[in-house]
């Protein structure tokens, strides 16, 4: 198994970003797909969660509006679009694939917003 963050690096205040997961040896599309960040010192959060059949789209209420995650399973890539970043977005993203008690993480790609 394998997920591969891409996509990450310093960007102003204002400016966007795409992350992509590209994941490899598990079944892409019956798992859900959620993105989570970390900064320093504080834990990890999530940021946003795509499931795989519901259609069910979740967003932390600190990147509604800004953040789109969306997903292509013929690719079984999920991506998330970043929008109006703000220093305090700076962190490591991670993906996350989970199905029942199974779940992977991605190695994470680091993302700076500074002037």
């Known amino acids: 198994v394998q997920l591969v963050e891409s996509g990450g690096g310093l960007v102003q205040p204002g400016g966007s970003l795409r992350l992509s997961c590209q994941t490899s040896?598990?079944?892409?599309?019956?798992?859900?797909m959620s993105w989570y960040r970390q900064a320093p010192g504080k834990e990890r959060e999530l940021v946003a969660t795509?499931?795989?059949?519901?259609?069910?789209?979740n967003y932390a209420i600190f990147v509604k509006g800004r953040f789109t995650i969306s997903r292509d399973n013929a690719k079984n890539t999920v991506y998330l679009q970043m929008n109006n970043l703000n220093p305090e977005d700076t962190a490591v993203y991670y993906c996350?694939?989970?199905?029942?008690?199974?779940?992977?993480w991605g190695q994470g790609t680091q993302v700076t917003v500074s002037s």
């Open positions: 996350f694939a989970v199905k029942g008690r199974d779940g992977y």
């Open positions: 040896g598990f079944t892409f599309s019956s798992y859900a």
């Open positions: 795509d499931s795989s059949t519901s259609g069910r789209i």
